[in-house]
Each structure stands twice: as structure tokens, then as C-alpha cells.
């Protein structure tokens, strides 16, 4: 870890209010090493997604925000670069996948127009052929049946965990080093949720990329990330490698959160064969009395 | 089938039914409304035995079930009866006065469309700065005046007090007018190849076209801001934002088009409107549209023209509706692709 992809150094960030100035984020700091999972955890309004809006530029578009701290993304200086040069890292250096897949794709445009402007930020002379031939790669890599067919389609036409893999695709399209995933399919199902995380952890373990997982759900968190912070209130309280803060988290905030966890033993749903016995006749593990 | 034919041939139909309730309706309201149209066409002089006669003429004793069908029948042919007022075919009216009434309205909505898009536009990107306060004042006073008044103190300001454009008509009586093609004087004049003629009549239809679109142009103005605003929250503008696309790519790809399929109804059904507000506009500027002769004919009671006048502007507003609702269907594909779902 000793060249680190990202790292924040005391990063503030205040909000201009008729109130005078509220800050929201006092001092954050955080490395992501190359290759790294690491997860950003607290609950709602710790200053997670801000954070990742940071570290985009996207806040720094804000008037009314004021921003301080050191950011350094593959050794630059964000603060020192332009709004062009901030520019021109996203999508290209690093991208994000967001909470509501369906809602984030643009409903007037069928996916294979977006895949291009996406595709595009890299080689501004792709053609129409070529960049239908590397989505459809793309989406053959997130195990999506029928690529040209998603392709011609819609958000709205698709399914909430198609979406999400569409959009999994598209931050990945370009290969960044750093990929940003805020609460990624919190508005999917759990299910879906779950498999389309697994797609993403192997897909950027296979390319190297890393990541900086946003999240409230532990038990996600546990699965997918090598390191965790634990924000709260716009402070990091802990931090560390998964297995050592989920055995012993130290900071009351930390056990609090982890106490609020329901438990589940076995996990996940059990794959029933579709010959078995008890998918043929869903009645053959109850003892049913049939009325004489 | 595809789902835009299937789109055009339910639109299609539907307005076929409401043109259906739309001629009885006033085709009993013209006939109930008190005076007799044999009397008033002959006037106090005529005998009572020449009153009897036209009414026998016209068919007016018979049951009002009879005479409708007598009006569809005739209709079926092509024609709509002879106008009292005129003593012509009312179809032959129609033709005569319609296309300039037309002509006013079309320009009237390029304006809507090409004025009051943009403004929204700029006022939603400079929101809460000088340029969206001074559109929004305006675009709130074109909504709230009504377009006659607008054509007043159009014509005070600009034809009155500043002599920039012609006071009224449709073209200079210097000018000689060119043969009547289409009946669109504009498009006629360029028939012609009479580009003079076409300068002229374009520098006469621009005060009343404007007087006519200023309450579109505010309405459009206003609710393409508030739909760009509305636009410009949603997580797929921030996923934009997020791979770098430039901002003014954003404003024209990403906002512009979802923002528009509101817009879209709305001046849909405000060109429509604009067809009911030309008759006072028209007034106004001394136009020669279909506002004069329907004015007369209701006065007179003139059944046919009433009828017939009512029935194609209907007409008219139905057909607009149906291009805005295939508009609608192009640039949004939900509508596109919702026909085909729906069980």
C-alpha cells in the first residue's frame, strides 16, 4: 500500500446557509491502495455520498459549497486541477454506479445510444459498429443473455437487476482505476441485490479495479469490501481490514451499528434441483390431513 | 401492427366519434337558440307566405331527428348546405376564409414554439439570476393578458405610435395579389414566385401572429423552466454529470428532450386554443379570416354556415391534437412502447 489509488487528507466540506456556514463533513480521511475494496459505512446523513461527490468534483460545482483537505487521485492533486481537467477524469479514470439503476439510465434513449456517449469519453471516433461490438461484450462480461437485444431496449423496458447490471457495464466500460459505488441496488431487491454484486466484486477483482463501496448494509459490506471505515456524523470513527473490525468492533458507534443487524443463520436462499420431489408436489413435506 | 399506426388509428377514431357529438350538439343548440332564421334572412319586409316558403326551403318544419339526417346524408356528399348570408355553398365560404385564419394560427405557433421553448430554456439555466427574473415577468404578463388586448396595444405601440408594421389587413392594397392557389397567402405568393408580395404579407401577419402566441409563448416559457428544473434533479442528469459529459451536451441530450414531452401537450392544446382567440385577434387587425363570416353567420342565425363553421374548427383542433399526440409518441418512447404492453 504504498502508492495509494485515492487518498483523502482532512477533507471538509461546509454548506453556505442564510444560517451561516453548517458543516457536514469535519475531516475526513481515507486511503484506497490500487486494487483495493474498501467500504465507507454509516447510516443516513453521515456524509458518505457527499464524500463521493468529492471525490468525483461534482460538489465542487456547488456555489454554496465549501470544500477543504487534500485529495490526491493517482498521485494529482484534484484541488489543484481545473474544472476541464476534473472533467475529463470522469468517466474515464473513475466512475459510479448509483443507487436506482432504472431511474439513472435515461428514459428516452435505448441503452445502446448511452453505452456509446459512455464509450466515447475514451475514443471520441468510435463508430456506431464498433461501439455496438464492445457493449456487447461488455454486457456479455455481466452475464447478460440477449446483449443486442438489452441493447435496442429501454430502462423502463428492462428489469430493475438488468438495469443494474447495464449500468455495472457502462462504469466499467472504460476501465477506470477507481470505481465508485454508492449504495449500488439498494432499490433492488435483496436477491438480485446480492447476485449483482457478486458479478461486480469478480468482475473488478479480474480487472484490478478499485473500489470505494458505498453502503449501510453490513452484511454486504462483510462480503464485498478488504477494508472498512466507519463513518458517523461526518467523522470516521474506525477503521480497518473487514475480519478484524467485524470480530472486534471497538468504537461504541461501530457495535451500535453492528447491533442493529438481524441475524441470519445458513444464508441465503437454498437452490432447489427443479426434479426433486418437493417441486413436483409442494405438498409432500407437510402432513396434509385430507378431510374423509 | 405497429404501436404508432395503432397509436394514430385509436386517436383516429376517437375523433371521429367526438366530430359526431360535436355536429349534434350544435346542430341542436343552433336550433334552439330563439329567432327565425327564414324571417331574419328575408327580413321585416317579407310577407309571411315568403317566410313559409324558405322555411318549407330549408326544411325547418320537419322534426329535428329528420333533419339531422338530412344534414348527414347531405354531408356524406360534401356538402354542408347554402349559407343564408352568403347565399354560396358554406363549403365555398369555408375554403374562402378558412386558409387565412389558418395561416394566422400556424404562424402564431411557430412563434409559441420558437419563442417560448428557448426562454424556458435560458430561464431555467440562469435560475433565480436577472435573465430568468425578467422572463418569468414576462412570460407570467403573457399569460395573464388576454391576446385581444395584446392586439391592441400591439397595434398602438408598433403600428400606432412606432410605424413599424402595418396597421391591419393581410397585404398592401398597392400590391397586386397573387392567383389563389393554395388560398395561403403566403404560401401562395411563393408559388407565385412574387417575392415582393411574400416580404409584404409576411411584415402584415407579424403583429397579429404575436398578438395571438403571447399567452403560448409565456405558457411554454413557463412550463419548459419548470419541467428542466424538475429535469435537472433526476439521478440520470447526476449519472451524466458523473461521466463528464459536458454541461451544455447535458442541457441539449439529457434535460432538453425529457423536459420537453410535458411542454408538448400543453402547447398542443394551446394552439388549439389559439384557433377561438384568432377570431378576436382577427377583428382586430381587419384580418380576413374565418372570424368575420362566423360572427355574421351566428347573428344572422345562419343554421348551415353555423354548423358547418363550428364543425371544422373542431376539425381542425382534433387534427392538432393528433400531430402533437404522434410528436409526443416520437420523442418519448414509453408512449411508444406502452401501446404494445397494455393487455
Given at each position: 500500500m504504498s502508492d495509494p489509488i485515492l487518498s483523502l487528507l482532512d477533507l471538509k466540506l461546509g454548506f453556505k446557509t442564510y444560517e451561516g456556514l453548517v458543516e457536514v463533513l469535519h475531516g475526513i480521511s481515507l486511503r484506497i491502495g490500487r486494487g483495493e475494496k474498501v467500504a465507507l459505512v454509516g447510516e443516513s446523513g453521515s456524509g458518505k455520498s457527499v464524500t463521493a461527490r468529492i471525490i468525483l468534483g461534482?460538489?465542487?460545482?456547488?456555489?454554496s459549497a465549501r470544500i477543504s483537505g487534500a485529495i490526491h487521485f493517482d498521485g494529482a492533486d484534484l484541488e489543484k486541477l481545473s474544472r476541464r481537467e476534473r472533467q475529463a477524469l470522469r468517466g474515464t479514470r473513475m466512475s459510479m454506479i448509483f443507487q436506482d439503476p432504472t431511474s439513472s439510465l435515461n428514459p428516452v434513449f435505448p441503452i445502446h445510444v448511452q453505452f456509446h456517449e459512455v464509450l466515447r469519453r475514451m475514443d471520441?471516433?468510435?463508430?456506431q459498429r464498433q461501439g455496438m461490438q464492445r457493449a456487447i461484450s461488455l454486457l456479455t462480461d455481466v452475464s447478460i443473455p440477449e446483449p443486442e437485444r438489452v441493447l435496442q431496449a429501454y430502462a423502463f423496458q428492462l428489469s430493475g437487476g438488468m438495469n443494474q447490471r447495464v449500468m455495472i457495464a457502462m462504469a466499467l466500460a472504460n476501465e477506470p482505476s477507481l470505481l465508485i459505488a454508492d449504495e449500488p441496488g439498494t432499490a433492488l431487491d435483496v436477491t438480485v441485490q446480492a447476485q449483482t454484486l457478486h458479478l461486480m466484486r469478480d468482475l473488478v477483482v479480474r480487472k484490478g479495479t478499485s473500489v470505494l463501496f458505498i453502503s449501510h448494509n453490513l452484511g454486504v459490506v462483510r462480503e464485498f469490501a478488504d477494508r472498512v471505515y466507519v463513518i458517523y456524523k461526518g467523522r470516521i470513527v474506525e477503521h480497518g481490514p473487514t475480519d478484524a473490525l467485524f470480530g472486534q468492533p471497538r468504537h461504541p458507534y461501530t457495535k451500535a451499528l453492528m447491533a442493529a443487524v438481524p441475524r441470519i443463520t445458513g444464508g441465503g436462499i437454498p437452490d432447489i434441483p427443479e426434479n426433486s420431489e418437493a417441486f413436483l408436489d409442494p405438498m409432500i413435506d407437510h402432513e396434509v390431513e385430507v378431510p374423509a | 401492427m405497429s404501436p404508432v399506426v395503432q397509436l394514430l388509428a385509436k386517436r383516429l377514431s376517437i375523433s371521429v366519434i367526438v366530430l359526431i357529438g360535436v355536429s349534434m350538439l350544435i346542430f341542436a343548440i343552433a336550433r334552439i337558440i330563439p329567432g327565425d332564421p327564414a324571417r331574419i334572412a328575408l327580413?321585416?319586409?317579407?310577407t309571411t307566405e315568403q317566410v313559409m316558403q324558405l322555411r318549407d326551403k330549408l326544411h325547418l318544419d320537419e322534426s329535428i331527428i329528420v333533419q339531422y339526417a338530412n344534414f348527414v346524408s347531405d354531408f356524406a356528399r360534401g356538402d354542408l348546405g347554402i349559407s343564408l348570408y352568403t347565399n354560396r355553398p358554406v363549403m365555398t365560404d369555408i375554403a374562402q376564409f378558412l386558409p387565412a385564419t389558418l395561416e394566422l394560427v400556424f404562424v402564431a405557433g411557430l412563434f409559441m414554439i420558437g419563442f417560448g421553448i428557448p426562454l424556458g430554456i435560458l430561464s431555467a439555466r440562469h435560475r433565480g439570476k436577472a435573465a430568468d427574473n425578467v422572463i418569468r415577468v414576462l412570460s407570467l404578463l403573457g399569460v395573464s393578458a388576454p391576446s385581444f388586448v395584446w392586439a391592441v396595444i400591439l397595434m398602438l405601440l408598433?403600428?400606432?405610435?412606432?410605424?413599424?408594421?402595418?396597421?391591419?389587413?393581410?397585404?398592401?392594397?398597392t400590391l397586386t395579389v397573387p392567383p389563389?392557389?393554395?388560398?395561403f397567402l403566403l404560401f401562395d405568393c411563393l408559388l407565385a414566385g412574387d417575392l415582393r408580395a411574400f416580404a409584404d404579407a409576411a411584415h402584415h401577419i407579424v403583429l397579429p401572429a404575436f398578438a395571438l402566441s403571447l399567452s403560448g409563448i409565456g405558457q411554454a416559457a413557463r412550463l419548459t423552466r419548470a419541467n428542466m428544473i424538475e429535469t435537472y434533479d433526476k439521478p440520470y442528469i447526476e449519472m451524466a454529470r458523473s461521466y463528464g459529459f459536458p454541461e451544455q451536451r447535458i442541457a441539449r441530450r439529457y434535460a432538453f428532450r425529457p423536459s420537453l414531452i410535458p411542454s408538448l401537450t400543453i402547447i398542443g392544446l394551446d394552439f388549439a386554443a389559439m384557433l377561438g382567440n384568432a377570431f378576436l385577434v382577427e377583428a382586430v387587425y381587419a384580418w380576413p379570416g374565418l372570424s368575420r363570416y362566423g360572427v355574421q353567420v351566428i347573428l344572422r342565425k345562419d343554421l348551415n354556415a353555423i354548423v358547418g363553421t363550428v364543425l371544422v374548427i373542431s376539425a381542425t383542433f382534433l387534427i392538432v391534437n393528433i400531430i402533437v399526440d404522434l410528436l409526443i409518441a416520437f420523442i418519448n418512447p414509453r408512449i411508444r412502447y406502452a401501446e404494445r404492453s397494455r393487455p
Open positions: 461534482l460538489l465542487q460545482e456547488l456555489k471520441r471516433n468510435l463508430t | 327580413g321585416p319586409n317579407a408598433f403600428a400606432f405610435f412606432l410605424p413599424i408594421f402595418p396597421i391591419a389587413g393581410q397585404i398592401s392594397d389563389r392557389i393554395s388560398g
